[in-house]
């Protein structure tokens, strides 16, 4: 007869979900939890040998690094982590091989991973190690100066640096292989165990697996608390979405997306579940890109809008002669942006979410009757945001002029505008340390994106702003997306930034910033003129103002700053 505790697990199986249940007492069959560090044994396992990273290091030396090296580094890293008693574990890093070994280091040893943008300011730095409660630094050697202020006051935090060199052991190699090598070691010394003693199953799916912090422009940055759960959906979705093992042979995924952007958007568990080859870049240059490109196996990659207009614009740029998959999100982008992707051969797959979603959760998915479509509307249909991932919920937009927390869907007719909200498996937990944030973002039971949209008859969404954004002029609503993409179309204009400006008759009105094409020479006026008579707008759309400037201001991940374009607009110093 079975015992008071084996009887009592037996009964809450009966009304818990698996994941609630001790596993150790009661394991189940036909379940198990979910997590994506588990991708990286399994790839090693099925093929070891496999490229699982190449990489210029910051010696100059071409790294190729197989999936059986890069696993068994990110097991020395996880059992050094355990053997040290770690728990949550930071990230400041280009995107290296350390970076993405330490992504499944850190989990695999049950810690919580905190990635942070190198480009903030150190304020901004040292606040996000403080508020996330970290408890060790896995730094570039190039950046270990930004944690100057938080070592001055959090003296007793250890730096584990990495030299990022294509040595891993002697006088080139660093503190982070040193690392690597005392967890092999203690791996070793405690019976050999390897993977099986590591948390590549997690016992709680909805454990958080890392935060992902907000760029903070306007306000402190947030940490978003990714779920092991969510974190492998996402990167299913991802792998199907974005065609990862749609071809023969092994991708290539080309990293000029920041894995510090909510961890790559999942792409490093997503890359590593198809075995394919991570091409590490530590800083955008688009000649090297080009160079990689039309000499390696890249497949794919990630990028926002502006990276695809530079990369475009290189003098490099000539088209490939296979065709390379492009996931494109971060900002909204153009017609005419995909029209001289697809001509390139990169063939752009449009994504839009937000941290919150681990990055993308909705698709442009395109339709085979797009193609009999005359090349504008084409384009145009293919720059909406779409329908939601297949491992999410379909995505809603929803009235405004409603009392908060009431959920009511616009009509499907392509015009009423609303916001779009989110919900299922691929939302984040919340906001660390935030309840009250955490509560906004979910008022009403859905995730509220802030981001304006129509919602077309086909079911596709498109954005049509921000709330913070729409320009409203003597009564109308003027979309700053909708007059940058016509601007854009401009034959001299590369990037178009539009901004509301205080008017005395209309209240406010748009007034544009604009870089122009390399070689070419074009004023404010010329681009107004041109507005007023060619380009097909609206004449309240018009904007009285156009300023050419050398450079637009972005954030790290290729967003245009509205809040700066705003400041330049009041006569704000702009830096040089």
């Known amino acids: 007869m079975s015992g008071p505790k084996s009887r009592l697990s037996g009964l809450l199986g009966h009304f818990l979900h698996p994941s609630q249940v001790d596993h150790d007492v009661h394991r189940v069959p036909n379940y198990h939890t979910l997590s994506p560090t588990s991708f990286l044994p399994r790839a090693a396992a099925i093929e070891p040998d496999a490229e699982a990273i190449y990489h210029l290091t910051a010696n100059n030396k071409v790294l190729r690094r197989s999936y059986i090296e890069t696993a068994d580094r990110a097991r020395g890293l996880a059992y050094y982590l355990k053997k040290r008693n770690f728990k949550r574990v930071g990230i400041l890093a280009p995107n290296t091989p350390a970076f993405l070994e330490s992504i499944f280091g850190i989990a695999a040893a049950g810690c919580v991973n905190i990635a942070v943008n190198y480009r903030l300011k ?241 698709k442009g998915y395109h339709m085979p009757v797009w193609d009999t479509l005359p090349d504008k509307e084409k384009y145009q249909k293919m720059a909406r945001q779409g329908h939601g991932f297949i491992t999410s919920l379909p995505a809603r937009v929803i009235k405004m002029d409603v009392p908060e927390g009431t959920i009511v869907d616009v009509q499907r007719n392509g015009l009423e505008l609303g916001e779009i909200v989110f919900e299922g498996n691929i939302c984040a937990k919340g906001y660390y340390k935030d309840p009250v944030a955490t509560s906004k973002l979910f008022a009403g039971g859905v995730l509220h994106s802030g981001d304006l949209a129509v919602w077309h008859e086909d079911g596709a969404i498109q954005i049509m702003d921000r709330a913070k954004d729409i320009i409203i002029s003597g009564g109308e609503n003027i979309s700053s997306v909708a007059l940058e993409s016509m601007l854009a179309n401009h034959p001299d204009i590369l990037e178009a930034g539009v901004v509301a400006v205080p008017d005395s008759h209309w209240g406010e009105r748009p007034k544009a910033f604009v870089t122009v094409q390399a070689g070419k020479n074009v004023k404010g006026s010329d681009i107004i003129a041109w507005a007023k008579t060619a380009s097909g707008i609206s004449k309240f759309m018009v904007p009285r103002e156009v300023e050419v400037v050398p450079e637009l201001p972005k954030t790290s991940t290729g967003k245009v700053k509205k809040n700066v374009l705003r400041e330049w607009a009041k006569g704000a110093k702009r830096e040089t």
Not at 156 to 175: R, W, Y
């Open 122 to 362: 150190p304020e901004d730095v040292s606040y996000i190690f403080e508020h996330s409660d970290a408890e060790l630094i896995i730094v570039d050697a190039e950046y270990v100066s930004l944690l100057d202020l938080f070592k001055s006051e959090h003296p007793n935090i250890p730096f584990l640096i990495d030299t990022d060199t294509d040595a891993t052991e002697g006088e080139l190699s660093g503190p982070f292989d040193a690392a690597i090598l005392e967890g092999l070691d203690y791996d070793k010394d405690t019976g050999a165990k390897g993977w099986d003693a590591l948390e590549t199953q997690t016992t709680d799916e909805n454990a958080t697996i890392a935060l992902a912090y907000t760029s903070g422009t306007t306000a402190r940055p947030k940490g978003v608390e990714f779920s092991h759960r969510g974190s492998y959906l996402a990167a299913m979705a991802n792998v199907i979405e974005s065609g990862l093992n749609y071809h023969k042979g092994r991708c290539g995924y080309l990293w000029t997306l920041p894995m510090f952007h909510a961890i790559g958007w999942t792409f490093p568990w997503a890359v590593t579940a198809v075995r394919g080859t991570h091409y590490c870049l530590r800083k955008i240059d688009y000649p090297y890109i080009w160079y990689l490109l039309k000499n390696e196996n890249v497949t794919h990659f990630n990028a926002a809008p502006t990276v695809n207009t530079l990369l475009c614009a290189a003098k490099e740029a000539e088209r490939l002669p296979e065709p390379v998959r492009v996931t494109v999100a971060a900002s909204p982008p153009t017609a005419h942006l995909f029209e001289q992707m697809t001509n390139l051969n990169l063939h752009p797959v449009h994504v839009y979410g937000m941290t919150e979603t681990y990055g993308p959760i909705t």
